[in-house]
């Protein structure tokens, strides 16, 4: 995905996370960018519990043909983005393959029954294990902690979505969409963000 060309046509991507976490302005600015690209871009989003910590996810449908439904058919997901990483899990039991990958920041978010001690959240290890024997390639990026040295928390979202671009979407359309979206005052840490999130990925595939 990038450069105008797609693996496949339509390129079926997710971005999963829980309420709160800035899950749909980030597959909007995908979605954006995308567009910049000529392609058709198709969006789906699905909400759990409406509070804050509720599963969200929004299916991405990309295709240079046509456009296509906004559901993303079970067993059919291309890249799963996960800005929380048990959701990675949760997903690929309906949407995973033998070709699927995960790209997941590594930040976990606790659910009230977790809090309460009436479920215990499984570490890292125990979530890296299965993410890497049911995907093609898995990478985990500590998107949250590298935003909060940048000062703020959200700019996980952006690191994310620079590490999804080192798999191929544009720097120059994200730096558009920023400047349309949130203005020019936010280019500069955004940016920053961004091209932090492609560093991690090349990190992890050098």
Known sequence: MGNGKLSKDPYNLIITGVGGQGNV????????????????????????????????????????????SPQIPHGKADMIVALEPTEAIRLLNNYGNPEVKVLTNTRAVHSVEVIAGELKYPSLEEIAEPLKKLTSAVWFIEATEEAVKLGNPILGNTIMMGALAATGVEREDFKQVIIETMGQGKLEMNLKAYDLGADLIKQQTA
């Open 25 to 68: 302005l980030a597959s909007r600015m995908l979605g954006s960018m995308l567009l910049r690209q000529g392609c058709h871009v198709t969006i789906g989003e699905t909400f759990g519990m409406s509070q804050r910590g509720g599963s969200v996810m929004s299916n991405i449908r990309i295709s240079k043909k046509s456009a296509w």
